[in-house]
């Protein structure tokens, strides 16, 4: 048995649907974006009992090969695997391969995409966890919904405060640290200290003047572009990450929310690694 998991008793398997239950209970697929495609992907989850969850950032065809090895048949990740129509499953492109052997092995495929990007306590409320913010809050919020009685507000990106105020060569330290990163990408701005962050997992660059309004001092994203780096020097530190770098810990997350829920459910984070960039 590998390290990283844990075998549930045969008395606690569960249906997948359950699972899928529990993680559309703190995101429900409603939040999700027009253009996204979360949800169930592969599988036939209404009555298929689950040997094991894998989570993962993405789904590649090595991936689908790590839950076959580790008794998994459900592979929940973060980005969709099917984010754009196929057309054919002739096993050209990587997504058809991943699909055609998810297919082969009967594992479901789930995605929780922008609905936990944007549900309360969601991705952006992990990031600013890991990088001990206080007092955080949504920086734009979008609409209010309910899920077992309880209204929360859904919104894209965070804004919160540091403990204490720092330095802008220490704070973007401890982001190098926080996102294992060599190096950052940031812009040329010169904050005398940094206290109040905003921040937005993926790609945030259209948060930018939100940020500046609300006063913060950084902003943190995975995704800015060239030309987003313009015209800010003045206003707001920006801090480019990476796409991979600042969603990394969406994997804790979705293991938080699944091991409440089953806590003795056989639950392993990917060691497969789905970084198609690398820094040289």
């Known amino acids: 048995m590998h390290p990283k998991c844990v075998k549930p008793h045969i008395s606690n398997i569960m249906k997948i649907k359950d699972i899928l239950g529990a993680l559309e209970e703190f995101a429900p697929l409603a939040l999700q974006d027009g253009y ?117 507000m859904a919104g894209e990106g965070v804004i919160a405060t540091l403990p204490a105020a720092v330095s802008k060569k220490e704070f973007m330290e401890q982001v190098k640290e926080v996102f294992r990163l060599k190096s950052l990408r940031v812009n040329e701005a010169s904050p005398k200290s940094i206290k109040r962050v905003a921040l937005c997992g993926g790609s945030g660059a259209s948060l930018i003047p939100l940020a500046i309004e609300k006063g913060a001092d950084v902003f943190i994203t995975g995704e800015i572009g060239y030309h987003h780096f313009f015209g800010f020097e003045k206003d707001i530190l920006l801090l480019e990450v990476g796409h991979y770098e600042s969603e990394q810990y969406t994997v804790e997350l979705m293991r938080d929310i699944i091991t409440r829920f089953a806590p003795s459910l056989h639950v392993c984070k990917a060691e497969t690694n789905i970084n198609p960039i690398t820094y040289l």
């Not at 592969?42 to 009992?49: C, F, S, V």
């Not at 580790?70 to 929940?76: E, F």
């Not at 057309?87 to 699909?99: D, L, M, N």
């Not at 007092?135 to 209204?151: A, D, F, H, Q």
């Open 36 to 152: 996204d495609n979360a949800g169930l992907q592969i599988g036939l989850a209404e009555d298929a009992e689950a040997t094991g969850v894998l989570l993962s950032l993405d789904v590649t065809e090595e991936v689908v090969n790590e839950a076959i090895l580790r008794g998994c048949n459900l592979i929940v990740s973060h980005h969709p695997l099917m984010f754009h129509p196929v057309s054919s499953f002739s096993g050209k492109t990587h997504v058809e391969r991943a699909i055609l052997k998810a297919i082969k092995n009967d594992i479901a495929v789930y995605a929780a995409h922008t609905n936990l990007d944007v549900a309360y306590g969601g991705v952006n409320f992990k990031i600013a966890e890991k990088l001990g913010l206080q007092k955080v809050e949504l920086l734009s919020e979008r609409e209010s919904y309910t899920v077992g009685g309880k209204t929360f």
